[in-house]
Structures are given as C-alpha cells and as structure tokens.
C-alpha cells in the first residue's frame, strides 16, 4: 500500500528512546506465531501476566480480538490475511514506539509477511515465537470446532486444513507447547527476555 506523495513524515520531539526511559523498559514485539489451537493466545496471556506483575508496560492484541475492531472488514484469503498481518504489524510498532512490550497472537501463516512484519517493526525489536504444536495435537484442542468445520469444507482456506502453514525458518524462539507446560514455555520466553 503506497502513501500519496503530499503526504509528508512528521517529525517527532519525543522520540522513541525517550518514551523507553521514561516507562524504564524497552519497546519491542513478542509475535506468536503457530497453527489454530497451538497455545498462542494462552502462552501470550501467561507471559503478558508475569511481565505485568513485574511492573512491565504491556499490551497483547490478539487476532480473534482484532478481527471485531480493526480488522473487522477483511476476510480469510490470502490478500486479506496479509492485509491482516500488515495493519497489526504497524500497530505493535507504533505501540513499541511508545515504549510498549506488545504481544501480538496470531496464526500469521506467511513467512513473507511475518518477513514484512520484522521489517515494519525491525529486527532489534522483532521477537518471533514460533508456537510449535503438531495439527492432530491442536485438532485435538480444537474447543471452537473450527478444524472440524474446515475438514467438512464449512470453513475455506482454513490454515493447516486448506491453506498451508510456513512454519518460520529461524525464530528468535521455538516453543514446543505438546511437549511443555505452560509454565515451562512461560520461563523460557520470560528468561530469554531477561
């Protein structure tokens, strides 16, 4: 999506560094990612609380939550999940901007734009969690029925059914959610955060 050529970056006073020391954190991006039913949305929550109870400045936006608000207007083909994933990107980036930790929770299927969303938010800030659960595993989770719709054709292009899955490459973190509890998987990523 290109901008019009009369529209002109203004420039701050407050930068981004001077939100961070003023909230005594660093802004940066937590971005889960993983198949429907792998433990995003419930690991993104338990990290979000500890870093809460530390004292951390946090906010965790959500795909199902997102998907009734901003994105709200955009479907589940290719083009609109990429719409999807750009609008959130600029959004944690503009929230990392205020010194934020952001969480974001979301299937985010691509890896061109997971790519486009690191380089919206950039790399220093840009944590990539890759939620790693086997499909029959997060069938088996399934408490919105949703695998079983898309497997009787009631949901197209439904991730890991109709519509593949790339699993991130090299993410900052890999998190086996079949293989460890949640407070394991909590620690891991609250360690590497450390």
């Known amino acids: 999506m290109k901008s019009s050529e009369h529209v002109v970056i203004q420039d701050y006073r407050i930068q981004p560094e001077d939100r961070e020391k003023a909230l005594g954190q660093r802004g940066q991006v937590l971005w889960f990612t993983g198949l429907s039913g792998s433990g995003k949305s419930t690991l993104a929550n338990e990290v979000e609380t500890a870093l809460h109870r530390q004292g951390k400045h946090t906010f965790l936006l959500d795909g199902d939550n997102l998907r ?3 994105n709200g207007d955009l479907g589940f083909s290719e083009a609109a999940r990429t ?3 750009r609008r959130v990107a600029e959004v944690a980036n503009l929230m990392a901007n205020a010194g934020l930790i952001v969480l974001t929770a979301f299937v ?3 890896e061109a734009d997971r790519k486009k969303a690191r380089d919206i938010i950039g790399v ?3 944590i990539e969690i ?3 659960c086997p499909l ?3 069938e088996s989770r399934d408490v919105k029925g949703l695998y079983a719709k898309a497997r009787q ?3 197209p292009d439904f991730t890991g059914i109709s519509s593949p899955f790339e699993a991130p490459t090299h993410p900052t973190l890999h998190v086996h959610t079949y293989q460890m ?3 394991a998987c909590r620690n891991l990523i609250l360690d590497h955060l450390a």
Do not use: Q, Y
Request: hydrophobic share 50%.
């Open 83 to 85: 719409e999807n994933i």
């Open 153 to 155: 054709g009631l949901i």
């Open 130 to 132: 890759f939620v790693d």
């Open 108 to 110: 985010s299927p691509f």
């Open 68 to 70: 009734h608000g901003l």
């Open 124 to 126: 220093p800030r840009f």
């Open 181 to 183: 509890d949640l407070a």
């Open 136 to 138: 029959a595993v997060c």
